[in-house]
Nanobody, 117 residues
Framework: QVQLVESGGGLVQPGGSLRLSCAAS????????MGWYRQAPGKERELVAT???????NYADSVKGRFTISRDNAPNTVYLQMNSLKPEDTAVYYC???????????WGKGTPVTVSS
């Protein structure tokens, strides 16, 4: 199994920045995709950004140019640098790990981000 632990969430003013981290432990396959999803109150969970073990990234249109996803593969850690934060970015942010091998799909417990003045 894989365990994901997020950190770095908190309260920030509009226009500010936060850096989220997610550490993966357990049985990690070399080929995988890690990413960040978020869920605001009353809304569905949505993709924020993903990054493959090879470094290929994908971003939601709403965060392009403001957020940057990156990772270390040893140890397996994924980061989300969030700049120019907006109130609409307020949500619980969840770390995700996926593999084709064994159809793995794991989630962290989430870290809340609140953007408010």
């Amino acid at each position: 199994q894989v365990q994901l632990v997020e950190s770095g969430g908190g309260l920030v003013q509009p226009g500010g920045s936060l850096r989220l981290s997610c550490a993966a432990s357990g049985t990690i396959f070399k080929l995988n995709t890690m990413g960040w999803y978020r869920q605001a109150p009353g809304k569905e969970r949505e993709l924020v950004a993903t990054i493959t073990s090879g470094g290929s990234t994908n971003y939601a249109d709403s965060v392009k140019g403001r957020f940057t996803i990156s990772r270390d593969n040893a140890p397996n850690t994924v980061y989300l640098q969030m700049n120019s934060l907006k109130p609409e970015d307020t949500a619980v942010y969840y770390c995700n790990y996926r593999t084709v091998v064994r159809a793995g799909n794991y989630w962290g417990k989430g870290t809340p981000v609140t953007v408010s003045s």
